[in-house]
């Protein structure tokens, strides 16, 4: 069946610092990505999302570029903040529009 | 502030009881989703709703039901609880059927005794 990976946390950044949280994916046809986000005792928000390979998806100074040849879909911010310390989930929906699966989850610290 | 609004926040019960988790979705969203976040077993869906109609089916247990409303808010129902059904309930919304969450709740804490 369909299955997200993602790096296991936590991540513990310093400022500023690059972050990368890794992503891959196991799904038949051409699923669509998305990452989430979730902040300290709220619920989830759309980070952001690609529909297609080589599509590339950024919000908020994230980015992340749909690999169908290496079925990934990393989340890069060149600069984190101290605000940016949340879990972030990678999910996958597949392209029947049916099934959809988050990955476990990556808790990402950032220290001033 | 997502827009969608979870009530109630805590609910604290029994094994074997019953209980309704209540969702109201975003103004002028049409769709529902509801999701399971637990420790062992992450975050799962569980139902999707467009307009009333139930459009998509995950790992929601047969003691578990669901239904949206016509002024679209959902419920789900939770039956002949376990200790396992312990975690916390999401409910999302979105304006299509496209079965891709846009908007949170801040969830519902169920906690089973």
């Known amino acids: 069946g369909d299955s997200v990976t993602q790096m296991e946390g936590p991540v513990t950044l310093s400022e500023e610092a690059f972050l990368t949280i890794n992503c891959t994916y196991t799904?038949?046809?051409?699923?669509?990505l998305f990452w989430y986000v979730q902040y300290p005792g709220e619920g989830l928000q759309l980070l952001l999302k690609a529909t297609k390979a080589d599509d590339k998806g950024s919000n908020k100074g994230f980015e992340a570029t749909y690999r169908k040849e290496t079925t990934s879909f990393h989340l890069e911010k060149g600069s984190v903040q101290v605000s940016d310390s949340a879990v972030y989930f990678c999910a996958l929906i597949d392209n029947y529009g049916q099934n959809f699966v988050f990955g476990p989850g990556t808790r990402l610290s950032v220290l001033p | 502030d997502s827009g969608v609004t979870q009530t109630p926040k805590h609910l604290i019960t029994a094994t074997g009881q019953r209980v309704t988790l209540r969702c109201s979705p975003r103004?002028?969203?049409?769709?529902v989703y509801w999701y399971q976040q637990s420790l062992d077993q992450g975050l799962q869906f569980l139902i999707h709703y467009y307009n009333g109609e139930e459009r998509a089916k995950g790992n929601i247990l047969e003691r578990f039901s669901a239904q949206q409303f016509p002024d679209l808010h959902s419920e789900l129902n939770l039956s002949s609880l376990e200790l396992g059904d312990s975690a916390l309930y999401f409910c999302a919304s979105s304006a299509d059927h496209s079965n891709q969450p846009q908007h949170f709740g801040d969830g519902t804490r169920l906690s089973i005794l």
């Open positions: 103004s002028g969203d049409l769709s």
């Open positions: 799904a038949t046809g051409y699923p669509s």
